[in-house]
């Protein structure tokens, strides 16, 4: 399988920077304080046969469902790629950029910035394109406790970080990323400097080892983050926590060899019913051969990451927050537990129910 890789910058060139994230809070009404460090986005490019598949993980906070939908059709359109197969991911960065967000309550859009962004992705995937390559696949996972878990029961959540990464013909490796299921929100919400946050920073940090910047992709991190181990607010808690997990994530030994061959997608949906009416969710699964890709616009609880990698018939990664935005999908223990289920706008077992739809998809599959 071919891969390609890149890799842009995504901070606005203006004057004044407004800030994404924390609903209601009177400081994302004003502008941002600095830019403490840029947000990038990192793009991966897979192609096989004629086949090909895009993925652009983004230091943003969601890629709204109308953002993602123009994006997908904007490549259709004008490189012939399905739309099926653009994967459009955020990190979960509550201190990121807004301007390309049409709907945010805030109302700091900026049509020259979401115009920007547009050709911003299709310059990725172009340079992907052009520098795509033969390559080998190697993957490896670890367990890191002690900088996130599950910020509502405080147990061990989905521990498990797996490094990816992409091998040229020489055996060195060019491009990769890291799967983990934490949310990329330690700053706090009085923290008014733009920054790349936890996910953003560690890929940062990583480069001088894994000799790449690492596609940083969130799993099912709905209810995992560092909340109950904050040692602090602000940028340094951010430059704290993954300071503190790069050299581990470093570690992790990447020595199991994962065919490629093919690319095959099979969509699975679920329609959520409520007092308000019904609501599409709308996911993926993906087989590479060796590698299944469990794609998803929820905020999974941990639980269920776990379970679709151990069900999945060979290597699986769990995409969230990708292709648009669908609130917290937790498993039922945790409802009525805290925020994130008291008012959820998805059913108590209705996450189960997806979770095995997305499960049978990657079995029906295979290799």
Known sequence: MNIGHARRCLTPQTEEVYLIGYRNLENRLHPATGIYDDVFGNALYFEDGGQELFVLSCDFMEIDEDTAEDAKTLLHDRYGISR???LLCATHNHTSVVAYHRTWWTGKFEQAYFDWFMETICSAFEECRENAQPATCKLGRGWIEGFYNNRITNEPADQEV????????????FAGLVNWASHSATCGKDETRMNSEFAGMTS????????????????????CSNRNLRQGTGV?????????????????PVETEVPLDGIRVQTVHHIVHNEKGHEVALCEVISLGGLHLFVSP???GGKFGIQMREACPVEGLVFGYTNGYLEYWLPEEEYGLSFETQKSMVPK????????KMIQASQLLGR
């Open 236 to 252: 340094e808690e951010a430059e704290r926590i993954s300071s503190g997990i790069t050299p581990l994530i470093a570690q992790i």
């Open 349 to 356: 077992g209705d996450p189960e129910i997806l979770v095995g």
């Open 84 to 86: 099926d197969n653009v």
């Open 298 to 300: 929820c905020e999974f």
């Open 162 to 173: 797996t490094v990816v990464k992409f091998l040229n013909e020489a055996g060195e490796a």
């Open 204 to 223: 940062k940090k990583l480069e001088p080892s894994l000799g790449f910047f690492p596609a940083m992709v969130v799993g099912a991190a709905g209810d």
